[in-house]
């Protein structure tokens, strides 16, 4: 009788075993790759919302501030969604009969909420505080992307763990000013746009006064602090220095910095803005409990 | 685990009482009765079908039990008697918490030896194991798929207009004030969007000082019981309250007078109801109302007494039968408590001593330095003897034999008050005879006490005094004779707690037209022609005042969850301007007393909490010196039965009895959860050839009852305590627990009475969570233990020494008591295999107990509770050993079981710097934080439970089952939103609030500053009326937790196994008189 499997069966069945570890990592990549897709994390779709809310219009267009409608950011753990009043504060005046913002007039006229779909999702078992990152110096465009620039909003980064333990651990990247947080196109200081930074004397300060910064240079070629620059150091004489090296130095001479660089900005505001250290932001209970 | 197998001592019964746990049912007769008759192999079995016990005990040498080790694993059993014995010949310190251990019986061997009691049976049932091989196989597959399934799309609501003071995400607090019977709780409310998700004490009060209750913070899972009434019903068909007011309105206008219009009302505690009747009264002179409180009719209390103590003055406290520091049910409580602990915490500087003679077994007597154990009866003529001894005038002592050790006791009691008159108080009882409190007025009088450490208010807290007994005699009289054509019940529920020789049912029918007003759709509404919804405290304006006297004012927290209305505008129908609501009818009652601009005034006294000058206190009225001119009851014989009715220091009168936190809460001393239970002492169990868990049946009068006997240590021969307020018919959390008591309880003796007790057949499994978190050590640990140690017995004896103390005069001999003598202290800091993490760098977490104020009344683990969203898990889970509590109050007691002390323990987590339950975690579930805090990660743990097997202390819970309720709408609106509500599968366990730490931190870091001592504050240490808790940063040297923790007495439990808790006790110092040094008393 002869043989069932000839010998080429050998090579198949090596290959069928290389074939089998290729499809169990195939399917571990893909499942891997699956969860961070926009599919699952939603980033970057534009959710079917009950009203073509452009922020685009709003904020660029009309240069409505932030905090017009998300209120709370400053205070709250929640920001904030406009209660429909909002809306009507300036269209009970204009586009009084657009149809677009049919969905607004019922809800004003009937008491019933507009039904929005978040946009921003985490889940429920994340604790996520909004004060606080805008008090320390995260702007939102850092989180929420140039909001200014979506016609229809959308989540600009996945919002996934890894994405939140990227800033934890070394926040300094992102940091910005506390005066430049609603600032939807601050760019971070380069060569090009350098930014000058003083720490405030006062120790007890609150973070939002404890650092001045301007991307005017302070020291006289015309800008804001022309007139106050001859009370200063030349910002020659701190090129170089290092956040700390800065910090240390004695806040009787409020003295501006100039940045060229993000991360020895976000050394300098880590030291004044009191951020607390990785080990202290990556553990657990800040978001989980 | 199974406590029906007591006594039987053969493999089978063993088994099977592992395989048919008493969990299933509470009366599972049949299959316990047949394992007792089948597992008695030496013995006959007993007419009643169990083996009798003490047939097998008699010849049983209890000192083979000391020293011998086989006795005790051939699973012999040990009686009280043997018990009782073993105890006499222990010299020094022994602890022990329940009679199981102490007799170290098989089951209790068993149960250690387990980390969940009786855990394992689901894996015996072959079906059930099926059941979870299904659930396993499916949880598997989606274990898979659950990681990569999108989150559903979540929607927004905003508001239409947001209401101005609003900031979502940031919880307001607004002053308020719980309206008890005993006074008024003055509370400061969380409110979460408007939604009060928190009920504390009013830390700016001066009555209670931010201290609550257990009855206060159940009231607030109260407020979103499920099962509340929602709808006005007439004849059982949905109305309007418009119908009803209608019909009210016209058949009053139509009686000219009133004639046939009773009200029968608990006790009004408001001023405002209070004006409001008087008003009818004049508008309708015939109409009648009668107040009937269950716990509170026949007490002094109702006839408007408002004598205060000032035990911050006091030296030497005598409580001639009063639980004032056991439960709110005393008036009082919360300052009483706080006085009493403030004059311990500095022993040093002198501290008090207490004396308790009391006819029940309570935290009251337990803390006391001399207890003396007295049957009810015996009370009256105990006080009046005193009052001869202290020199009282005019009292005729009724002649009775009392036993040495009683007299010992009278002597050295008159001594010592003596010594410190007018520096000592003399406390009565409140279910006690009212000769009691007039003769203990009499002894503080003859002590010049008044107007030192007793004071008088201006103000009773009850302002309508009335014989409530005999009014409500009267009424059943008047409904007998169908006098009543109207009967409004406001708030009461007489057809479940009417006193049983009235026969109020029968009475009832004879009404033409019954209104209830109630929250709750029960036994009372059932057989009322109309029922209307009552509003909660919560939702509704209202006034009451503190035991001391001041006004607050009750401001609603939300509107009505059911349009429900209160007794204001039921009697406000019947006045001039029927449509006034309460609130202004409150405001109307106020307007006089608040002095200057009325809106400013009121605006203060909403947001302050109380209404400024609203009482004065005095001392008492009451001649100095004046004799005393009453009757004094002679004691019943010494061998008839008393049966002592108490509220429930849970569910009080029955009115929380669907409040699953208070049912679940285990009852102080003995640890009885879901169930009340005829408490005996160990003597009259073994004399009534009883044992725990047998059904009794209680008679008194004509009245009978059903119930199961437990053991209470020190409970007075010869008596039965019962608490009301159980047996309930509707609930779905209160029908069907306990036993109704109402039903043995008369007009003649409503707080004890002579009756009798039958031993009937059968067992009643009952909830008993004291032998739960007991750890099994094997011998060669640390060269301790003989192999058979719980964590409480003998280590809280030897040298690791759980339970610390000395008396005064030791301790002063040497402050550093507490570390001397134990030879297993906390070993080196270098001596640990891993490595050291250096917390020396910013905030270090810390807790302090103080275990000499601990009184154990249980308010920090409601207040826990309601803060940690924990679950409730039902009678069977908790029979299992599967009580979500995160906080538990361990009582060791200690010395004879007739009259022990107890010392009391909270133990929660002890976030150990070098915690063992994270060394085994194999999925980092349970991780340290920088600043100290064991943490649980609730979404990365898979349910090894590891971690709580490693757990030296026992502070790990288990979600077993899906406990928390997902679905009940109204549940939803209790939740605190800060903290993770856990599902199946997930261990968890005390965090040291870590919402609160971390609020305070972001609070902090906003303002660029350190967090300042005191700024947080845990959900338990907030309810403690006694401020036993501290917590704050043990690396700030100025902290009040750090200088606690430099005390010389404070200790670590279990520190000789490196832990290096975070949580630090006080060790106890007692104040014991010289003369009665020998205590607890040996007992013959």
């Given at each position: 009788m002869a043989q069932i499997f000839d010998r080429s069966s050998n090579a198949l069945a090596r290959m069928g075993l290389v074939l089998t570890g290729l499809i169990i990592i195939a399917a571990g990549v893909t499942l891997d790759e699956l969860q961070r897709s926009p599919w699952v994390t939603r980033q970057g779709q534009r959710a079917d919302q009950p009203i073509p809310f452009s922020h685009e219009h709003h904020v660029q267009g009309l240069g409505l501030?932030?905090?017009?409608?998300?209120?709370?950011?400053?205070?709250?753990?929640?920001?904030?969604?406009?209660?429909?009043?909002?809306?009507?504060?300036?269209?009970?005046?204009?586009?009084?009969?657009?149809?677009?913002?049919?969905?607004?007039?019922?809800?004003?006229?009937?008491?019933?909420?507009?039904?929005?779909?978040?946009?921003?999702?985490?889940?429920?078992?994340?604790?996520?505080?909004?004060?606080?990152?805008?008090?320390?110096?995260?702007?939102?465009?850092?989180?929420?992307?140039?909001?200014?620039?979506?016609?229809?909003?959308?989540a600009q980064n996945t919002?996934?763990?890894?994405?939140?333990?990227?800033?934890?651990?070394?926040?300094?990247?992102?940091?910005?000013?506390?005066?430049?947080?609603?600032?939807?196109?601050?760019?971070?200081?380069?060569?090009?746009?350098?930014?000058?930074?003083?720490?405030?004397?006062?120790?007890?300060?609150?973070?939002?006064?404890?650092?001045?910064?301007?991307?005017?240079?302070?020291?006289?070629?015309?800008?804001?602090?022309?007139?106050?620059?001859?009370?200063?150091?030349?910002?020659?004489?701190?090129?170089?220095?290092?956040?700390?090296?800065?910090?240390?130095?004695?806040?009787?001479?409020?003295?501006?910095?100039?940045?060229?660089?993000q991360m020895d900005l976000g050394h300098f505001l880590e030291v004044h803005y009191k951020i607390r250290t990785p080990k202290d932001l990556t553990s657990c209970e800040v978001c989980h409990r | 685990m199974s406590r029906e197998m007591r006594g039987n001592g053969s493999e089978t019964a063993m088994r099977l009482a592992q395989e048919h746990p008493s969990g299933a049912k509470a009366r599972e007769l049949p299959t316990a009765e047949s394992a007792r008759a089948d597992s008695c192999p030496d013995t006959k079995p007993a007419s009643d079908g169990s083996c009798s016990p003490s047939l097998q005990k008699q010849d049983l040498h209890p000192a083979a039990f000391a020293q011998d080790d086989s006795a005790v694993l051939k699973n012999e059993p040990m009686t009280l008697e043997a018990v009782r014995k073993e105890l006499k010949g222990v010299k020094g310190k022994r602890y022990w918490r329940s009679l199981d251990e102490l007799a170290n019986t098989p089951e209790f061997q068993a149960a250690v030896e387990r980390e969940f009691p009786s855990a394992a049976q689901e894996w015996i049932d072959p079906v059930s194991r099926r059941g979870f091989l299904k659930l396993m196989g499916a949880s598997m597959a989606l274990a898979g798929l659950a990681g990569c399934t999108k989150m559903p799309d979540e929607p927004i609501y905003p508001y239409i207009k947001a209401p101005e003071d609003l900031i979502l995400g940031k919880p307001m607090y607004f002053a308020t004030a719980h309206p008890f019977t005993t006074g008024a709780v003055p509370l400061l409310v969380k409110s979460d969007e408007f939604r009060p998700i928190k009920v504390d004490g009013n830390p700016e009060h001066a009555y209670n000082n931010g201290s609550s209750d257990p009855y206060t913070q159940g009231t607030l899972l109260d407020l979103y019981d499920p099962d509340r009434a929602k709808h006005v019903t007439y004849r059982g068909e949905s109305r309007e309250w418009a119908e009803f007011a209608e019909a009210f309105q016209n058949k009053v206008a139509s009686t000219k007078d009133g004639t046939g219009v009773y009200f029968l009302s608990a006790a009004i505690t408001s001023p405002t109801l209070a004006r409001q009747w008087s008003e009818a009264q004049k508008a309708y002179p015939k109409a009648k109302l009668v107040q009937y409180e269950p716990a509170l009719a026949g007490?002094?209390?109702?006839?408007?007494?408002?004598?205060?103590?000032?035990?911050?003055?006091?030296?030497?406290?005598?409580?001639?039968?009063?639980?004032?520091?056991?439960?709110?049910s005393y008036p009082g409580f919360h300052k009483l408590v706080r006085d009493y602990a403030a004059r311990r915490k500095q022993p040093e500087n002198g501290m008090n001593r207490l004396y308790t003679v009391e006819s029940s077994t309570t935290t009251t007597g337990m803390k006391a330095e001399h207890r003396l154990g007295l049957r009810a009866s015996e009370i009256p003529a105990f006080a009046a003897a005193l009052a001869q001894a202290v020199g009282v005038g005019g009292v005729n002592a009724p002649a009775y034999a009392w036993t040495p050790e009683q007299q010992k006791f009278l002597a050295a009691l008159a001594a010592d008050l003596k010594a410190s008159a007018g520096k000592s108080a003399v406390i009565p009882g409140l279910y006690q005879h009212e000769s009691v409190a007039a003769l203990a007025m009499a002894i503080n009088n003859a002590l010049g006490n008044l107007g030192k450490t007793v004071f008088s208010s201006s103000e009773p807290a009850i302002p309508v005094p009335s014989d409530q007994l005999g009014d409500f005699k009267s009424l059943v009289a008047d409904l007998n004779a169908g006098?009543?054509?109207?009967?409004?019940?406001?708030?009461?529920?007489?057809?479940?707690?009417?006193?049983?020789?009235?026969?109020?049912?029968?009475?009832?029918?004879?009404?033409?037209?019954?209104?209830?007003?109630?929250?709750?759709?029960?036994?009372?509404?059932?057989?009322?022609?109309?029922?209307?919804?009552?509003?909660?405290?919560?939702?509704?304006?209202?006034?009451?005042?503190?035991?001391?006297?001041?006004?607050?004012?009750?401001?609603?927290?939300?509107?009505?969850?059911?349009?429900?209305?209160?007794?204001?505008?039921?009697?406000?129908?019947?006045?001039?301007?029927?449509?006034?609501?309460?609130?202004?009818?409150?405001?109307?009652?106020?307007?006089?007393?608040?002095?200057?601009?009325?809106?400013?005034?009121?605006?203060?006294?909403?947001?302050?909490?109380?209404?400024?000058?609203?009482?004065?206190?005095?001392?008492?009225?009451?001649?100095?010196?004046?004799a005393f001119n009453g009757a004094i009851p002679t004691p019943t014989p010494k061998d008839s039965v008393e049966i002592i009715f108490r509220p429930d220091p849970n569910v009080y009168d029955g009115r929380w009895a669907n409040v699953g936190w208070l049912q679940e809460l285990p009852k102080p001393v003995v640890s009885l959860s879901w169930d009340n239970a005829a408490l005996v002492s160990g003597a009259t169990l073994s004399q009534w050839n009883l044992e725990e868990e047998d059904i009794v049946e209680i008679t008194v009068g004509n009245g009978r009852v059903k119930a199961p006997v437990i053991v209470a240590p020190g409970h007075p021969d010869n008596s039965v305590t019962v608490y009301l307020g159980y047996g309930r018919e509707v609930g779905r959390v209160a029908g069907g627990a306990g036993f109704n008591s109402y039903l043995v309880r008369n007009t003649w003796a409503p707080f004890y009475a002579t009756g009798a007790v039958r031993k009937v057949e059968g067992k009643w499994g009952v909830a008993v969570t004291k032998s739960h978190y007991q750890d099994k050590r094997p011998p060669s640990l640390l060269g301790q233990g003989q192999g058979d140690n719980s964590l409480e017995g003998d280590e809280a004896l030897g040298p690791r020494a759980i339970v610390r103390y000395a008396t005064l005069d030791e301790f002063k001999a040497n402050p550093n008591f507490a570390h001397e003598g134990y030879t297993k202290d906390t070993p080196p800091y270098d001596d640990s295999l891993f490595p050291n993490w250096p917390y020396n760098e910013a905030n270090a977490w810390a807790m302090s107990i103080d275990m000499n104020s601990c009184t154990g009344c249980n308010a920090c683990i409601v207040s826990c509770y309601a803060e940690n969203n924990i679950a409730v898990v039902g009678k069977q889970q908790v029979r299992i050993g599967r009580c979500m509590q995160w906080l538990r109050i361990d009582a060791y007691f200690e010395g004879d079981l007739a009259a022990p002390r107890a010392h009391?323990?909270?133990?929660?987590?002890?976030?150990?710097?070098?915690?063992?339950?994270?060394?085994?975690?194999?999925?980092?579930?349970?991780?340290?934080?920088?600043?100290?805090?064991?943490?649980?990660?609730?979404?990365?743990?898979?349910?090894?439970?590891?971690?709580?097997?490693?757990?030296?202390?026992?502070?790990?819970?288990?979600?077993?089952?899906?406990?928390s309720d997902y679905e009940t709408e109204s549940l939803k609106l209790m939740r605190n939103p800060d903290v993770s509500v856990r599902s199946r599968g997930v261990m968890e366990k005390c965090s040291y609030c870590v919402q609160r730490i971390q609020e305070a931190k972001i609070r902090a870091d906003q303002e660029n500053r350190t967090i300042r001592d005191g700024e947080i504050v845990t959900a338990c240490q907030q309810a403690c009326p006694a401020k036993v808790i501290t917590f704050g940063n043990m690396n700030d040297k100025d902290s009040r937790v750090s200088k606690l923790r430099a005390q010389q007495r404070s200790y670590q439990v279990i520190a000789d196994i490196n832990t290096r808790p975070r949580t630090t006790y006080v060790a106890e110092v007692l104040n014991p008189n010289q003369e009665l040094e020998q205590t607890p008393v040996e007992h013959a």
């Open positions: 501030q932030c905090q017009y409608c998300h209120t709370t950011v400053e205070t709250s753990s929640y920001a904030g969604i406009p209660p429909t009043r909002t809306c009507m504060n300036c269209h009970a005046e204009i586009w009084t009969n657009a149809q677009l913002l049919e969905p607004v007039r019922q809800s004003w006229y009937t008491g019933e909420s507009i039904p929005w779909i978040r946009v921003h999702d985490l889940p429920d078992f994340v604790f996520f505080n909004h004060s606080i990152h805008v008090n320390k110096g995260i702007g939102c465009a850092s989180c929420h992307g140039r909001v200014d620039e979506m016609p229809l909003m959308y919002l996934q763990m890894e994405w939140c333990l990227d800033c934890h651990r070394n926040p300094a990247k992102n940091l910005r000013p506390t005066s430049e947080i609603y600032n939807m196109a601050w760019e971070s200081p380069s060569e090009d746009h350098p930014v000058w930074c003083a720490a405030n004397d006062k120790a007890d300060a609150p973070t939002a006064q404890s650092v001045n910064c301007t991307t005017q240079d302070p020291s006289g070629q015309g800008g804001a602090g022309s007139e106050m620059a001859s009370l200063r150091m030349p910002p020659a004489a701190a090129t170089g220095l290092t956040g700390e090296v800065a910090a240390a130095m004695p806040p009787a001479s409020p003295s501006y910095v100039k940045f060229a660089d | 007490t002094f209390l109702e006839k408007g007494v408002n004598v205060q103590y000032d035990l911050s003055q006091a030296d030497v406290i005598v409580s001639l039968d009063a639980e004032f520091l056991s439960s709110a006098k009543v054509d109207w009967l409004v019940i406001l708030n009461a529920n007489p057809i479940y707690d009417a006193p049983a020789d009235l026969n109020f049912a029968d009475a009832f029918n004879k009404a033409n037209i019954v209104v209830h007003l109630g929250s709750h759709y029960d036994e009372t509404s059932q057989q009322s022609h109309w029922h209307i919804p009552a509003a909660h405290y919560l939702e509704s304006w209202s006034d009451a005042r503190a035991y001391d006297g001041t006004v607050s004012v009750v401001q609603p927290m939300i509107d009505p969850l059911y349009g429900g209305h209160t007794a204001h505008h039921i009697l406000q129908a019947l006045l001039s301007e029927p449509m006034l609501s309460p609130y202004d009818a409150v405001r109307e009652t106020w307007k006089s007393t608040i002095k200057g601009d009325f809106e400013a005034g009121w605006r203060k006294a909403l947001h302050d909490g109380w209404i400024a000058d609203t009482v004065a206190a005095g001392p008492p009225k009451g001649s100095a010196g004046g009391f323990q909270p133990m929660a987590c002890q976030h150990c710097e070098n915690a063992p339950c994270e060394q085994v975690c194999p999925v980092g579930a349970t991780i340290h934080t920088p600043e100290g805090l064991n943490m649980m990660i609730y979404n990365r743990c898979v349910g090894t439970r590891y971690c709580s097997n490693n757990c030296p202390y026992k502070v790990r819970r288990f979600n077993f089952l899906l406990y």
